[in-house]
């Protein structure tokens, strides 16, 4: 059985000015390209935005899980992999605070 899950960290214009990135909302699904789609329209629509409160979305990098779970003599082993994908633009600036929520916000 596979499940896919994408993580992100959006990066946002304030309101008062400047830009910030914040982890993004979680989202689930049966397929990758499903959960791809859900997070591309989160990011379109401005809910990809876990509660900062940007007054717009610049970018998303997004870390897409793909989990596979079988079960063999009554043992369940699972698998974990990893793909990732940007939507918009992400500043060449916010690279290590991106590195950094991956590191520390899930894994």
């Known amino acids: 059985m596979f499940r896919y899950i994408a993580r992100s960290v959006v990066v946002g214009n304030c309101w008062g000015g400047g830009q910030v990135a914040y982890k993004g909302r979680r989202v689930e699904g049966d397929t990758r390209d499903e959960?791809?789609?859900?997070?591309?329209?989160?990011?379109?629509?401005?809910?990809?935005?876990?509660?900062?409160?940007?007054?717009?979305?610049?970018?998303?990098?997004?870390?897409?899980?793909?989990?596979?779970?079988?079960?063999?003599?009554?043992?369940?082993?699972?698998?974990?992999?990893?793909?990732?994908?940007?939507?918009g633009e992400i500043p060449e600036d916010f690279d290590e605070v991106i590195n950094d929520y991956f590191a520390d916000c899930w894994r």
Do not use: H, P, Q
Not at 58 to 85: L, M, P, Q
């Open 35 to 87: 959960v791809l789609r859900k997070t591309e329209d989160m990011f379109k629509d401005g809910s990809l935005d876990s509660g900062m409160g940007f007054e717009s979305l610049i970018g998303a990098w997004v870390e897409i899980e793909e989990i596979e779970t079988v079960t063999i003599d009554a043992k369940t082993f699972t698998r974990s992999e990893w793909t990732n994908e940007i939507i």
